[in-house]
């Protein structure tokens, strides 16, 4: 048998000669900045834009996703995402691909049916949000998770709360990160060394981060995209000097990046600035709730007051004085709720992510 000769012309690699099939085969024609996927954003703050990522931005994603997470083709990863959102596709998928690990794709998420298939398929990993962790937490099959090496979060925000709740009760200490549609993953816990509660971590090798004085979280680096599809003034609103404005608020503590929230959730009251991630993890932290959301409610006095939507566990009766009275000891006067509202559920995307709007 004949081997054939590989050569490139123009950036396309062709065979040539040998019994491998025609004497020109284009293999691989995509050149690194070739638009790759038009992905939208999830729109929970506004109408949902087109981000293009190239070839480069998804290949950079993947390779340092695996370099950093010890990601192997021996892995095998439970799959319960969306496979129409980055998470599901470019985290999840193509670093599988890359490697050439093995995926167990489930239909939808069901705690029982993530755990019945790490045990069936052996399982060395599992993807999910924040609601996902919460419904494994609940179970009385949690403590299965310490079968995995490595559980990850993200697409939304996991309470210090919920991660040492699942820490106490499966020993397993899930890794939290940080991306965007528009720049795919850019911030991480660390595999070996602590994943600290409440925070997301340090940049992914290649990217680097950069937080204002006024909490403006930057990024930049070979996986953020190219653009908004077809819209160059939201583009250019986007980019400052070469660096992409998240959007998203947030401080450094020892190096890692604890995120505040949405530049456009920001609270102001009294001329104070309110982080309702801030007054979540507190509240979070009261043995009736479930879940809240904090938004801003609009007031003549104070221009905005501290809003929270709650969801109460189930195992009392909601007690407003006694949830401020907790709050109060833990927030300064201008943090705290002003008004608090029960809910049975907070209205959230197909990814977990609550949606403020609908709340206001």
Not at 61 to 82: Q, Y
Not at 165 to 171: F, L, N
Not at 273 to 299: F, I, M, Q
């Amino acid at each position: 048998m004949v081997t054939p000769d590989l050569e490139v012309v123009g950036g396309t690699r062709r065979v040539v000669g040998g019994d491998a099939g025609p004497a020109a085969l284009a293999l691989d024609a995509a050149q690194p900045d070739d638009v790759a996927l038009i992905a939208y954003t999830s729109g929970t703050t506004g109408a949902p834009k087109g981000a293009v990522l190239t070839h480069g931005n998804l290949l950079a994603n993947s390779e340092s996703i695996a370099l950093t997470w010890r990601w192997d083709a021996e892995d095998r990863l439970v799959h319960a995402l969306p496979i129409f959102h980055g998470h599901g596709l470019c985290v999840a998928l193509y670093t599988s691909l890359l490697v050439g690990s093995s995926v167990v794709l489930l239909a939808r998420f069901d705690a029982d049916a993530v755990l019945d298939a790490c045990a069936a398929h052996r399982a060395t990993m599992f993807f999910g949000v924040p609601t996902m962790y919460h419904r494994l937490a609940a179970s009385s099959r949690v403590g299965e998770l310490a079968r995995l090496r490595l559980a990850v979060s993200g697409s939304a925000p996991l309470s210090a709360d919920l991660h040492g709740a699942i820490a106490g009760s499966a020993g397993t200490q899930v890794l939290e990160r940080y991306g965007m549609t528009e720049t795919l993953m850019t911030l991480s816990n660390p595999y070996e060394g602590e994943r600290r509660p409440g925070t997301v971590g340090f940049p992914f090798p290649g990217v680097e981060a950069r937080v204002e004085d006024d909490g403006a979280l930057f990024v930049r680096g070979p996986t953020v995209f190219s653009g908004y599809w077809e819209r160059p003034a939201a583009t250019s609103e986007s980019f400052l000097d070469g660096w992409f404005r998240t959007g998203d608020l947030g401080v450094v503590e020892d190096g890692y990046v604890r995120l505040l929230g949405r530049s456009t959730e920001l609270i102001i009251s009294g001329g104070y600035n309110v982080y309702p991630a801030e007054v979540e993890d507190v509240l979070l932290g009261h043995s009736s709730v479930a879940e809240v959301a904090v938004t801003g409610a609009p007031s003549e006095e104070w221009g905005e007051v501290v809003c929270a939507w709650v969801v109460p566990d189930g195992s009392s009766s909601p007690d407003v004085a006694a949830l401020l009275a907790y709050a109060a000891e833990r927030l300064a006067p201008y943090k705290r709720p002003r008004r608090v509202h029960f809910v049975d559920s907070l209205p959230r995307n197909s990814l977990g992510k609550v949606r403020r709007s609908e709340l206001r």
